[in-house]
């Protein structure tokens, strides 16, 4: 289970007892308040705390540039313009605080995102759950032949129920012993801090993790695109929904410019403009790399 029984009557507890708030509120979001959201067998994502939406983006950016958005006739227009000119400031109004729980090798590549608040959970102090994330059979994979970083084809047979009785196996008998080890049993047993390190990389951890819709925006882009590993894509998946809820106006253009657009280098314009204007356009002729005019055609194909 996700969530503890306690974890759970905490959360009913926090939704039965609203309180008056004269700061902005998005409706939207108020439903997803503390309530968890299920990712891969033992994870979850939950809304802790927010500040602003739409209005606070639009706010902020009136009070930047003045007059310079008086054109833009309502709220939606304006958001949009901000995110067409990549405009960073107004978006950096808005602030979502998240408890999430993953497996360890998921947070490896989660940090990386580092303009963001953090607070994990410490195996220093506290007792690791027996809790591993195992991969469920359609999501065995060989190495890419293509990709360095990506997987290839599904492994079937007996070769996936190896693989798979390989990771049950190992983290079960690295939990064991980091078990036995703080243990006292009579003795003195190993400091939690230094039992931890023979831990497995699929061990489930928790945090808290606070940043702006800017730089949230940035982590979605790469996270919930269609080529970032299953096991964080399906995080951002679950906080995209989230976020679709509370700031509505602002989701929409990020999935229109950042998720559904492209940015074309200088080169790639020219190509386009050679192509509308009826000239046969080549790799050679284009002045771009193989590996540039491959992903270049890519765009232009979908």
């Known amino acids: 289970m996700p969530l503890t029984q306690e974890q759970l009557d905490e959360i009913e507890e926090l939704r039965a007892s609203p309180k008056m708030t004269l700061r902005a509120v998005s409706e939207g979001m108020e439903q997803h308040l ?43 227009g304006l958001i949009r313009y901000l995110m067409r000119h990549w405009h960073s400031t107004p978006f950096e109004m808005c602030e979502i605080k998240l408890h999430v729980k993953l497996p360890v090798f998921v947070a490896r590549q989660w940090i990386r995102h580092r303009t963001a608040n953090v607070n994990e959970y410490s195996a220093r102090y506290s007792i690791m759950d027996r809790e591993f994330y195992i991969p469920e059979p359609q999501h065995i994979a060989a190495q890419s032949t293509v990709n360095n970083q990506g997987r290839g084809e599904t492994l079937t047979g007996d070769e996936a129920a190896r693989v798979l009785e390989i990771l049950k196996s190992d983290a079960a008998r690295c939990y064991d012993n980091y078990e036995s080890m703080i243990s006292d049993e009579g003795q003195q047993g190993l400091a939690r801090e230094l039992a931890r390190m023979n831990l497995p990389a699929n061990i489930y951890t928790q945090w808290y993790w606070k940043v702006d819709l800017h730089n949230l925006f940035h982590f979605l882009r790469l996270r919930a695109d269609s080529h970032a590993q299953y096991e964080i894509r399906v995080y951002a998946d679950a906080i995209c929904k989230v976020v679709a809820d509370w700031v509505p106006a602002a989701f929409g253009a990020f999935e229109d410019y950042r998720m559904g657009g492209a940015t074309l280098s200088g080169r790639a314009l020219e190509c386009v403009r050679q192509m509308l204007a009826g000239n046969e356009v080549t790799q050679e002729s284009s002045g771009m790399s193989k590996g540039e005019w491959r992903e270049f055609q890519g765009l232009l194909n979908g």
């Open 34 to 76: 503390y309530k968890p959201i299920e990712v891969l067998d033992h994870g979850f994502v939950r809304v802790i705390d927010y500040m602003g939406d739409d209005a606070a983006i639009c706010q902020a950016a009136r009070v930047s540039y003045g007059k310079g958005t008086k054109s833009v006739s309502n709220d939606e």
